[in-house]
Antibody
Framework: EVQLLESGGGLVQPGESLRLSCAAS????????MSWVRQAPGKGLEWVSS????????YYADSVKGRAAISRDNSKNILYLQINRLRAEDTAIYYC?????????????WGQGTLVTVSS | DIQMTQSPSSLSASVGDRVTVTCRAS??????LAWYQQKPGKVPKLLIY???TLQTGVPSRFSGSGSGTDFTLTISSLQPDDVATYYC?????????FGQGTKVEVK
C-alpha cells in the first residue's frame, strides 16, 4: 500500500525557514517523480514544486521560486521541501504527491498533508 | 504561463442529475489534463487523466472529454457521495497549474 507521510509543519514567524519532509513507503520511491502541492485555508490547490526521479531536474511555482528548494534522498525514501523567507501567504496545508510519469505530471497518490502557519 | 479556468465556481443539483464542469486552458495543452475530487476535509483523489481516462476504481458515472483548450468533467447521475470540490490540472510541462475548483452540492 502506497503511503506518504508529511512532517515538519508548524507555526513559524515571517522571514523564518522551514523544511518539510515526506516519508514514502509501499512503492519504489527511487523510480517515481514527486511533487509538493499546497492548499491555503479555504482555498484551492496550488502546485508548488516537482522533482525528477534522480533529483537532477527541479521545478518551482513562481510564488516560491528563489525561496524554495525541493530535494530527495532515494536511499531513505524521503522527499523534502525547504522554504526560506516565509510569508503569511505561504500559510497552507502542504501535500506530498507521487507523480505518475515525469516530474510535474498528474499525481495518483497524496499524503495527508502538513499544516504550515506563518504568523507573528 | 498557461492559465486554467473552471466554470462554474459552484453548482447545486439533484440526485440523479447530469452534472457538467468545464475547464478551459489559455493555450493548447493537447490532452494533458487531469481531474481530481476533493471531499470536505479530505485529500484530493485522482479521477481522470489524459483528459478522458478513468483512474482505476473510479465509478463509471464519471467521464472526461476534450482536447486542446476545452475540457469537460461529467457526472452522469449525481450521487450524494459526489459532494466535493473538483479541480482540473494541466500537466504538459511545469508549472502544473490547477483550475480554481468547482464546488458541487446536492439539493
Amino acid at each position: 500500500e502506497v503511503q506518504l507521510l508529511e512532517s515538519g509543519g508548524g507555526l513559524v514567524q515571517p522571514g523564518e525557514s522551514l523544511r518539510l519532509s515526506c516519508a514514502a513507503s509501499g512503492f519504489t520511491f527511487s523510480n517515481e517523480p514527486m511533487s509538493w502541492v499546497r492548499q491555503a485555508p479555504g482555498k484551492g490547490l496550488e502546485w508548488v514544486s516537482s522533482i525528477s526521479v534522480s533529483g537532477s531536474a527541479m521545478y518551482y511555482a513562481d510564488s516560491v521560486k528563489g525561496r524554495a528548494a525541493i530535494s530527495r534522498d532515494n536511499s531513505k525514501n524521503i522527499l523534502y521541501l525547504q522554504i526560506n523567507r516565509l510569508r503569511a501567504e505561504d500559510t497552507a496545508i502542504y501535500y506530498c504527491a507521487k507523480d505518475v510519469y515525469g516530474a510535474g505530471s498528474y499525481s495518483d497518490y497524496w499524503g495527508q498533508g502538513t499544516l504550515v502557519t506563518v504568523s507573528s | 504561463d498557461i492559465q486554467m479556468t473552471q466554470s462554474p465556481s459552484s453548482l447545486s443539483a439533484s440526485v440523479g442529475d447530469r452534472v457538467t464542469v468545464t475547464c478551459r486552458a489559455s493555450q493548447d495543452i493537447s490532452n494533458y489534463l487531469a481531474w481530481y475530487q476533493q471531499k470536505p476535509g479530505k485529500v484530493p483523489k485522482l479521477l481522470i487523466y489524459g483528459a478522458s481516462t478513468l483512474q482505476t476504481g473510479v465509478p463509471s458515472r464519471f467521464s472526461g472529454s476534450g482536447s486542446g483548450t476545452d475540457f469537460t468533467l461529467t457526472i452522469s447521475s449525481l450521487q450524494p457521495d459526489d459532494v466535493a470540490t473538483y479541480y482540473c490540472q494541466k500537466y504538459n510541462g511545469p508549472p502544473s497549474t490547477f483550475g480554481q475548483g468547482t464546488k458541487v452540492e446536492v439539493k
